[in-house]
């Protein structure tokens, strides 16, 4: 419980430098259109949906691209030198992807394209892998395509 607790403050520390990161990027690159969630995750909506939401448990499928906050690349979807192009579906609320994408998709509907700002706590905290880092802050443009 102790170990739990360091790391709950942990992260909630992390949270906050990485809230700031995530403002003064903003800023910088003039972004205003800017949401943000309870959890401290930001998006901006470029294609509005329509109908519903996805619940958990559905099959969700979706179209993305992943970038770091220095605008690296690290994996897509859509782009062909990733080695795979095809729709990435997974089962909405059942931790199969990270904590940030399961918020993110809830958010949407059908049709709907947004990019999302997943501060490090959401994404892989201090064990992202080699080409992401510890501590990431993460962009995702995703697109969700359908849902069942």
């Known amino acids: 419980a102790e170990a739990d607790a360091a790391a709950k403050k942990k992260e909630g520390a992390q949270g906050a ?18 949401k943000k969630t309870a959890s401290g995750m930001y998006y901006t909506v470029t294609k509005p949906g329509s109908g519903l ?10 179209n993305y691209t992943g970038v770091t906050l220095k605008g690296e690349k690290f994996d897509s979807n859509t782009d062909p030198s990733f080695g795979h192009v095809e729709p990435f579906t997974f089962q909405l609320g059942k931790r199969n992807v990270i904590r940030g994408w399961d918020e993110a998709v809830a958010l949407m509907k059908k049709g709907m394209k947004a990019t999302f ?4 706590p959401l994404a892989y905290g201090a064990n992202g892998p080699d080409k992401i880092g510890p501590n990431a802050i993460l962009i995702f443009d995703i697109e969700l395509l359908s849902f069942k």
């Open 17 to 34: 430098t990485d809230d700031k990161l995530l403002q003064d990027y903003f800023k910088t690159k003039k972004i205003t259109n800017v």
């Open 53 to 62: 939401a996805p619940k958990n448990g559905q099959q969700v499928s979706v």
């Open 117 to 120: 700002y997943i501060p490090s």
